[in-house]
């Protein structure tokens, strides 16, 4: 495949390709930082290669050698958030063909992007420090030189000093531990990749963590406090793989994983392989939120294994998902189930487009990422823009069966590798040969290169729906008089999937009056759940109806937990009630040395605040 232009990545991809690292690192947490030494066995592929470059942000450079001999070499210009190219002259001439090992020394900052490192207090057990990775999209090089673009897999093998009271954990098989040979107080912790992956799913993790078996291939880990509630949540993570490797072939990870972080993780889950990253707030107590480890499981295929080349070609990974997400939702509950979480996925991209504007090329499928921070770009247009066009293709197609077809046998053939939209929608035109004229006839531009909602809505059945779109309209049309007639057995028969669903109905609508939020907590008792997707909408709806009782619930929900899906839309409510607006920034100020670097500088923008000041990045 013709070597690919990355606008996220310096390092030079048409010169070389990495094929496997060696990862030393000794975790320090008294200073913050990873002291490191990779070994990077890169193949070379043009003739004449006498130098080449790879990707660090913040790191401190101390040395570098090629096949033993020390290497020249510099960092370039600092990018605003690219980072510095590593510069390396090699010192001796390769020909295309030839391997090099790479091996430099160096520090992570304690300001590394890919890092959070947690204080005690900031941990469940309250007595020892914690440290995660997030490198997703384009943090890897601040944890270590490489080439940073998911157009290049690499197998890995790493060893981690570790302080020997804690745990550690790659996205890897764990492969033994040690006492460290150099210092008695510590552990060594070792780890293989044998399945080529892109630099973004390198993670770690280090804490006082243990586990529970919860599948013949699967561990729950967390902090002892949570690891119980994990286990319980995560039950069905075996049923739901057989499904995934029913749909879409056999599961090559080996071990999968669940780890569930510290409050303050940004995202619902992370698709590390071997060890899915998991947010506290899916511990609903009920295991109805689990569709987000559905999610990631199916990350295990259409993203790990099948990989976007670029960041521009996102939806490749996360349309894919979602849509085999909800298929195993379609085969676990049933084809209603699936259609109804279509209907919620087509209202959160109505809301991504409504906050970036109709406009904005950032809302076009295959967006243009020149220049453009990937942290900034992302949103749920990826996925459920992706899966969108999927479903609309599946009815074009001749329905799920027919498609799912493709879908598996799109993996197969790009499995261990990375793909473009261009190499995606050849396939497609492939393996459907003989309906070469109705592709002809999709929108192709208006589906991947137009800003705003798709061309086309797909017609999804209602059946589930339809109950809280009823008791949505209820409330809209209720004049004061009629605000007696609701009660608890409103939203007693309705599941939390469809409470979800009506609430995010009433967020699409103007604000309700502060009387009928009222009425609605007396009756329905909703400060009451424990569900996070529950309370974060019921929360929004109170604010825009200006109740004030509201906005310290709303901002504690904000700072508890560090889940941008979460933080960032509350805050913005509570900055938007101009009453509160002050109150919105002042917490934010307040919590942010304690936030997770990528939630800090997003949050800081949403709020207006100069990033310089607000992030001191």
Not at 240 to 248: N, P, R, S
Request: charged letters at 25%; aromatic letters at 10%.
């Amino acid at each position: 495949m013709a070597p690919v232009n990355d606008p996220s990545s310096f390092s030079a991809l048409s010169k070389c390709i990495t094929r496997h690292l060696n990862l030393r690192f000794h975790v320090d947490f008294d200073s913050r930082v990873i002291k490191g030494k990779v070994a990077l066995t890169v193949e070379i592929l043009e003739d004449k290669c006498a130098s080449l470059i790879l990707d660090t942000k913040d790191l401190k450079i101390s040395k570098v050698t090629a096949n033993g001999q020390e290497a020249k070499f510099s960092l370039g210009p600092q990018h605003s958030f690219k980072g510095s190219p590593l510069e390396i002259s090699l010192p001796f001439e390769l020909s295309r063909g030839q391997h090099v090992i790479i091996e430099v020394t160096y520090e992570t900052s304690p300001k590394a992007s890919a890092l959070q490192w947690l204080t005690p207090e900031q941990t469940a057990g309250k007595k020892h420090p914690y440290l995660f990775s997030q490198c997703q999209a384009t943090h890897c090089r601040t944890m270590v030189p490489c080439q940073d673009t998911p157009s290049v897999k690499h197998t890995y093998y790493a060893q981690v000093s570790v302080p020997k009271e804690l745990v550690a954990l790659m996205s890897a098989v764990r492969d033994g531990q040690e006492p460290d040979p150099q210092d008695s107080s510590r552990s060594v912790f070792r780890f293989r990749q044998p399945v080529p992956m892109p630099s973004y799913l390198i993670a770690i993790v280090v804490g006082a963590l243990e586990s529970r078996e919860i599948g013949p291939r699967s561990r729950v880990w967390s902090e002892k406090e949570l690891v119980d509630l994990g286990a319980y949540e995560f039950a069905e993570t075996e049923a739901m793989l057989k499904i995934a490797e029913d749909l879409a072939g056999p599961y090559v990870w080996g071990q999968y994983d669940l780890l569930v972080l510290p409050p303050s993780f940004p995202y619902g889950g992370m698709e590390n392989p071997c060890l899915t990253f998991a947010t506290p707030t899916l511990l609903a107590g009920d295991r109805s939120l689990s569709n987000v480890i559905a999610h990631e499981i199916s990350h295990s295929w259409t993203g790990n294994l099948v990989t976007n080349k670029t960041w521009e070609h996102f939806w490749l990974n996360e349309g894919h998902t979602v849509y085999l997400e909800r298929m195993i939702g379609s085969r676990l509950v049933s084809e209603q189930f699936r259609q109804f979480k279509a209907i919620g996925g087509w209202k959160e991209l109505q809301e991504s487009v409504k906050t970036f504007g109709a406009n904005n090329p950032l809302t076009n499928l295959v967006p243009n990422l020149t220049e453009v921070d990937t942290d900034e770009a992302f949103s749920s247009v990826p996925y459920e823009k992706g899966f969108a066009f999927l479903y609309h293709l599946e009815e074009l197609m001749g329905g799920p069966e027919v498609f799912m077809g493709f879908v598996k046998s799109y993996i197969q053939m790009f499995a261990y590798s990375s793909a473009t939209t261009e190499d995606w929608k050849n396939y497609l035109y492939t393996y459907f040969k003989d309906k070469v004229d109705i592709l002809n006839k999709v929108d192709w531009d208006g589906w991947m290169h137009t800003p705003g909602m798709p061309p086309v809505k797909p017609q999804y059945d209602t059946t589930l729906a339809d109950a809280c779109i009823a008791l949505c309209q209820k409330w809209i049309k209720a004049k004061e008089a009629d605000l007696k007639s609701f009660s608890e057995a409103d939203i007693k028969q309705l599941s939390s999937h469809q409470v979800i669903e009506f609430l995010a109905l009433l967020l699409l609508e103007n604000p309700i009056p502060l009387s009928h939020v009222k009425r609605m907590q007396e009756v329905y008792n909703l400060n009451a759940i424990k569900n996070s997707e529950i309370k974060l909408r019921w929360l929004r709806v109170c604010v825009r109806a200006k109740w004030e009782e509201a906005v310290p619930l709303a901002l504690k929900m904000a700072t508890e937990q560090g889940r941008m899906k979460f933080t960032r839309p509350l805050f913005r409510e509570v900055y938007n009630f101009e009453k509160y607006r002050e109150e919105a920034v002042n917490t934010f100020l307040k919590h942010k040395s304690g936030m997770h670097p990528v939630t800090a500088m997003l949050t800081a923008k949403d709020l207006k605040l100069d990033q310089a000041k607000s992030t001191g990045l």
